[in-house]
Structures are given as structure tokens and as C-alpha cells.
């Protein structure tokens, strides 16, 4: 995403106006990748789940053989000592992150002694409640833990997703219905998803390959509340171009319809209305 108009960044104890230099060139985040991130929302005054999209990004730390060195707790703070500098009416995205600074005698293992820390939080529009995605197939898989960092939201991750994006754009589509290992539906390129078949809600099973969202595990507790049934299964390409619509779920945009899959077209039906209208009224209740 391109950098918004108004940054804000704390590092290194104190907030500094605009997208400030964090990373030195022999860091080992810089130049082998060892980097985390979460990121939250702040719109209509609200930061729906920031504890844990926080507590995320320590469990992520960990998983990367980082050392976290900020608790949940003093996150959430100084994501919300940062928020208030902006205006009340601001759609902003929360992004905290850590990174490795030494290696150890090989120079592969980042040190346990010292790790980055940097919360950045950047002026970036809500999508428009009309906002639709098309989607496309793509040569590119998700990764299994055997061979990728997957259970963290790793910064190393996403030049897979950027490639599963460049290939679907080649092919006139905005985003990637992707496969796990075994040739299943894992996700698109960019959030979870989601398909409706016969009023009766579809999502692809947690298998390792592919973090469980906080949006989507939100989105899953209130349908269930509200009466729908929802599986968590084995889903494959074929049961999407069968479903009766189809949506995305992502931090970034929350909810959002998908119109197509290759050759076959959705509507933005009643279910997805109806899931994007139970997280705002959520977001709402848990201020």
C-alpha cells in the first residue's frame, strides 16, 4: 500500500512525526528478512480487537525466534497515546512490528539479546461499504511450516502474496483464490474467505497453512450468534464456483463481497450484507 498522507511513528521510547528511518542496513531483519507485524484498525472512533492483534504480533515474534520486548498491555497504550493525536473522524491502520538486529555466530539465527520495535500508525481510508473483489486462480501455493515462518505474520511471507497478486492483475482480476499444499482452498492472496451455499456458511479449515484471522474468528462468532450455521471444512475450487456468494475477510476492509471467480459471477448477497452489518454493529457494542 502506498504510504498515507499522515504517519505517525514510535520508536525508541517516543513518537516522531511521519514514516521515520527504524532499520540500519546490517540489521538482521534488513537483510534476512526476520521481520513481524499485525495490523489493527482505527475508524469511527473504534479499535475493534487491538489487544489481540498485539498479543498477535508477540506470539508472531516468537515464532520468528525473536524476543518480544513490549507486553499486550503497554502496546495497547501506546497504540492509543498515538491514536489520539490524530483526528476522531480518521480511518487508521495500527501497525506494530518488531525485527532482528544481530545474528548469532552464523550470522542466520537473529540473538535473542536485541530486537527491534516499532508501532506505526498511518492515515489509510475504510473501504466503501460497495467495495467488491473478482477473483482468479493462481500457480502459487501457501507454504506449510516444513518450509515457511506460516505460523507468523512474517514479513517474508508476503513476496509469495505479491506474486499470487501480480499474476491475478495479469489476468484482469483484483486478488487470488488460492491452495494449500494438498490442492484445497486456503485463502486469497490478501484475507480469509468465505462461501455461502443453500443459507449455510463455508470456510476453509485452519490446516497450518494460513494464519486464522482475528476478523474472520470475530465474523464466525457472530453469525454463530446470530443463528447461522457456519462449517469450518475442507473446501475446494469447485465449491466456490458453486457457492451462492462468496466474501473475503480481512483486517484491512473488514468484509468484502466477491463478484467473480474466472468465469463465474456472484451477487453481494443477503448473508455478506448481513455479516458486514453484525461487525460494525459489534465494533459499536465493544467500545
Request: hydrophobic residues 40%; glycine residues 6%.
Amino acid at each position: 500500500m502506498a504510504v498515507g498522507k499522515n504517519v505517525r511513528t514510535y520508536f525508541n521510547g517516543s513518537w516522531h512525526e511521519g514514516d521515520v528511518a527504524i532499520m540500519r542496513a546490517a540489521d538482521h531483519g534488513a537483510w534476512l528478512g526476520t521481520t513481524v507485524f499485525d495490523g489493527a484498525r482505527f475508524f469511527d472512533g473504534l479499535m475493534p480487537d487491538l489487544d489481540k492483534h498485539c498479543a498477535r504480533t508477540n506470539r508472531s515474534a516468537e515464532a520468528l525466534m525473536l524476543t518480544p520486548t513490549v507486553s499486550t498491555e503497554d502496546m495497547v497504550e501506546i497504540a492509543r497515546e498515538g491514536l489520539s493525536m490524530f483526528d476522531a473522524s480518521s480511518a487508521v491502520y495500527i501497525r506494530p512490528m518488531y525485527w532482528g538486529i544481530h545474528g548469532d555466530p552464523t550470522a542466520i539465527v537473529p540473538s535473542p539479546e536485541e530486537t527491534g520495535f516499532a508501532l506505526c500508525l498511518e492515515e489509510i481510508p475504510m473501504a466503501p461499504a460497495t467495495a467488491t473483489a473478482t477473483l482468479t486462480r493462481t500457480r502459487f501455493r501457501r507454504p506449510v511450516l516444513e518450509d515457511a515462518v506460516v505460523n507468523a505474520k512474517a514479513g517474508c511471507l508476503y513476496p509469495n502474496n505479491a506474486r499470487m497478486l501480480v499474476e491475478a492483475r495479469s489476468k484482469g482480476f483484483n486478488n487470488a483464490l488460492v491452495a494449500d499444499a494438498m490442492g484445497n482452498v486456503a485463502e486469497t492472496a490478501t484475507a480469509n474467505i468465505f462461501m455461502v451455499k443453500d443459507g449455510e456458511v463455508f470456510t476453509p479449515i485452519p490446516n497450518g497453512t494460513f494464519l486464522s484471522g482475528i476478523t474472520r474468528a470475530r465474523h464466525i462468532e457472530n453469525m454463530t450468534s446470530d443463528g447461522l450455521s457456519v462449517h469450518e471444512t475442507v473446501l475446494t475450487f469447485e465449491d466456490f464456483h458453486d457457492a451462492d456468494e462468496v466474501f473475503m475477510s480481512g483486517n484491512m476492509s473488514k468484509v468484502t463481497p466477491v463478484t467473480a471467480l474466472d468465469d463465474t459471477q456472484f451477487q453481494a448477497g443477503p448473508i455478506t450484507r448481513r455479516v458486514r452489518e453484525m461487525y460494525w454493529d459489534w465494533a459499536a457494542s465493544s467500545a
